[in-house]
């Protein structure tokens, strides 16, 4: 069995457009958006442990590690290879543990989906070193309980998603480059979801109704604006980033992206934007790097 898998990428994703359509009976919010995965990521780093033990042996500020959407999915598989191997054979060989380690990049409250990622690499990377033999969709099934964006990490492609974002069709987007800015506040998802002057009647679109470009935008993020209200610091780098083309702010916040044709464009926007925020490029991927993992 192979023992370690290191520089696993979690990589981040925008929201090219996100509408919000209605709302559950269990208070989540009915979605339809464009997930977009970029090339800006975590790395994670996993090493077997024969005692069944999981450990976090990085400290995120902020997150303890029972909380922590790694440590939750790699329990959580455990749970399920267990439920699926059956108690006689986990007698005869019981599921090992792991040691992960994370080299932290994607802000936290960021909108870049920066712990979902975390957790999808995570049930990628160890069902791989523990062969726990779960399928993509059993994968899913068991990130949609971690989280809303967990399985389009698990999807490994661009997708159009539906539903809480567990509908996903693959979808093929424009080859750009982003400049994304990180205004300096955390964002709660659930606080923007839960807030009265949320729109969540907007009218259903259908996938082939999304248009691909730099040069504007299709649709709209109907929580930037309730973000904006919250977070003056986020409607400052709306405004600033518009300067320079169609910018927009990705799922519940804070990041705000802006996309263009050339590398050098991007660069030379980057150049220009105000000390007091960070500020990056990144590439449009059209594949998670780890998908071949899971399809192996
Ligand atoms: C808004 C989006 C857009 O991609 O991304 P982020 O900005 O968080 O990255 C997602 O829908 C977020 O997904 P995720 O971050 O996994 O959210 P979860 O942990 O499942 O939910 C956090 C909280 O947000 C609210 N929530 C989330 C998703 C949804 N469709 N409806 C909701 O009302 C719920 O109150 C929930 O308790
Ligand atoms: N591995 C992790 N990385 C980041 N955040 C995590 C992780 N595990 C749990 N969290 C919690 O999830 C929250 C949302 O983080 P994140 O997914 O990065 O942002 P967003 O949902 O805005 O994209 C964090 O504030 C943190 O409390």
Redesign the pocket.
């Known amino acids: 069995m192979t023992r370690t898998l290191n520089n696993c990428p979690a990589p981040a ?1 925008l ?1 090219l457009f ?1 509408h919000v359509t209605g ?1 559950r009976p269990d ?5 339809q ?1 464009v ?1 977009q995965l970029i090339d800006y990521s975590d790395q994670l780093h996993f090493e077997v442990r024969d005692d069944g033990i999981i450990r976090r042996t990085t400290v995120i500020p902020g997150v303890p590690e029972e909380s922590d959407l790694i440590v939750r999915a790699a329990k959580l598989l455990q749970s399920a290879i267990a439920a699926k191997t059956g108690a006689a054979a986990m007698a005869a060989s019981p599921i090992p543990g792991a040691n992960i380690a994370i080299d932290k990049k994607l802000p936290m409250g ?7 990622s975390d957790a999808a690499t995570t049930l990628m990377a160890l069902n791989h070193l523990w062969q726990g033999g779960l399928s993509r969709a059993e994968l899913m099934a068991l990130g949609l309980r ?5 399985p ?1 990490f698990l999807f490994g492609r661009n997708a159009f ?1 539906e539903g ?2 567990e509908a996903l069709q693959a979808l093929d987007t424009t080859a750009c480059w982003f400049v994304i800015i990180e205004p300096g506040v955390a ?4 606080k ?3 807030s009265s002057e949320l729109t969540r009647d907007t009218k259903p679109v259908k996938m082939t109704d999304f248009s691909i470009g730099t040069k504007k935008l299709f649709g709209r993020n109907d ?1 930037e604006v309730v973000a904006a209200k919250q977070f003056p610091e986020v409607a400052d780098v709306i405004k600033w980033l518009k300067t320079y083309g169609d910018a927009r702010m ?4 804070a990041c705000v992206f802006c996309a263009f044709a050339q590398e050098d464009q991007a660069d030379e926007v980057l150049k220009l934007v105000p000390q007091r925020w960070k500020a990056w490029k990144a590439k449009a991927m059209q594949q998670h790097p780890l998908a071949d993992l899971l399809d192996s």
């Open positions: 994703k929201n996100l709302r208070g989540y919010h009915l979605l958006t997930f960021g909108g870049l989906g920066g712990g979902s971690l989280g809303a964006d967990v389009f998603a809480v974002g964002i709660p998802t659930e923007i979801f839960s929580l990705t799922g519940s916040g």
